[in-house]
């Protein structure tokens, strides 16, 4: 077992090691009968969705642009950049926007949930702050998100942040679940 973690960019992670940008498509009024569309504006700065107010996609390409488990979407631009989102599968079938990048982590590489929250942790927030100059707000594409620098530890570590971090997870959901049902 090695005791420091080394560093991997995250193309490196990937299945097929680049990202993928969102579908450039208008939002309508929220549908069953349409696919829900994640928007930069529904996800929340700890990595949820914030589900009031979504809304949907009608587009004929929508269904190229499904997450599947193990994805996880990047902000791109504006006061939102890094700004991202694991998607494994419980919050129904979300087709990204335009203004996200996705990229498919490799569980043979990684444990995909290490890399969810490694992009939740300080040394992220700080990189994504490197790239806001000024009064200017950063903008990050495709090519500078796949070639991001995380540290990775050995599968054992990984699996013991992750579980210990899913745990603190679901006591969360669980404490706003109560939350919801209190204010109603």
Avoid at 15 to 29: D, E, H, L, M, T
Avoid at 122 to 132: C, E, M
Wanted: charged residues 25%.
């Amino acid at each position: 077992m090695r005791c420091e973690p080394i560093i991997v960019k995250l193309k490196d992670l990937c299945i097929g090691g680049k990202g993928k940008y969102g579908i450039p498509a208008s939002a309508v009024p929220y549908s069953e009968n349409l696919y829900t569309y994640l928007r930069i504006t529904d996800i929340t700065d700890d990595g949820r969705i914030n589900k009031s107010g979504l809304v949907s996609v009608d587009d004929k390409k929508a269904g190229e642009y499904l997450l599947q488990p193990n994805d996880i979407v990047f902000a791109r631009t504006g006061g939102s950049t890094g700004r991202n989102y694991f998607y494994d599968g419980t919050d129904g079938v979300l087709v990204y926007a335009g203004f996200l990048i996705k990229f498919s982590i490799d569980p043979k590489r990684v444990n995909p949930k290490y890399v969810k929250y490694y992009c939740q942790s300080k040394q992220y927030r700080d990189w994504i702050n490197s790239f806001n100059t000024g009064s200017t707000r950063g903008n990050i594409n495709a090519h500078t998100y796949a070639n991001m620098e995380i540290p990775v530890p050995d599968t054992k570590q990984q699996d013991l942040l992750v579980a210990t971090l899913s745990a603190l997870d679901d006591k969360i959901e669980l404490n706003n679940k109560i939350n919801d049902n209190l204010a109603t």
